[in-house]
């Protein structure tokens, strides 16, 4: 395993977008606001649809371009999917915010949309339904994410792939454990409802 090139990923991964976006466009540090989560769902919470909008193609690319660039130079699927887990790594335990981030579900559709790209298409379809239905963008998250393992093992991706995959979404559940908790509750905000901060 080239550990350059998984530094390299976990660096391009806890690049903060939603930090730096919507301290830019409003002046707000988004980890102030509702869930103190930097993701795109908080984000839209802080800054509005625009500014969320851009956070979830910048997670997503970020997630996209390293595992690209290391493909692109030759690398290894192995070293191709370390790469990938240390981008969702950074994007949900960033250095520059004390290890603070995001959920990992963006990001991981990008590195996923290079390394499994039928399986991610399939789980996102699954995540937009699920919210379009519920509302709820965490139940729309946590779901697809577990679709995700079944789907590359059903498309036959490599076993290595296969457990990223089971990492990740080991990953996103774990950050997702307050929101499980509120569903459970029933106190969950659904996608538009005002949040408290």
């Known amino acids: 395993m080239n550990t350059s090139l998984v530094l390299l990923g976990y660096i391009v991964g806890s690049i903060p977008f939603g930090f730096l976006l919507t301290w830019k466009s409003s002046g707000i540090d988004v980890r102030k606001i509702g869930s103190g989560n930097v993701g795109a769902t908080n984000t839209l919470r802080a800054a509005g649809r625009l500014t969320a909008l851009a956070v979830m193609m910048l997670d997503a690319a970020k997630g996209v371009a390293p595992v690209l660039v290391v493909e692109r130079m030759g690398a290894s699927d192995m070293n191709c999917a370390a790469v990938g887990l240390a981008t969702i ?11 603070r981030g995001g959920k990992g579900v963006a990001t991981t559709a990008g590195v996923f949309g290079v390394l499994a790209p039928i399986a991610v298409a399939a ?8 919210v379009w239905r519920t509302r709820y963008v965490s139940v729309g998250s946590i ?4 679709a995700l393992v079944p789907l590359t093992y059903l498309i036959a991706a490599p076993l290595h792939i296969v457990v990223v995959a089971s990492f990740s ?5 774990y950050r997702h454990w307050e929101n499980i908790t509120r569903l459970k509750l029933g106190i969950e905000p659904r996608l538009g409802d005002e949040v408290q901060c």
Request: charged content about 5%; cysteine-free.
């Open 169 to 173: 979404t080991a990953l996103i559940i």
């Open 123 to 130: 789980a996102a379809g699954l995540f937009f339904v699920l």
């Open 143 to 146: 779901v697809a994410s577990i």
């Open 89 to 99: 790594i950074g994007h949900i335990y960033p250095v520059w915010l004390r290890f």
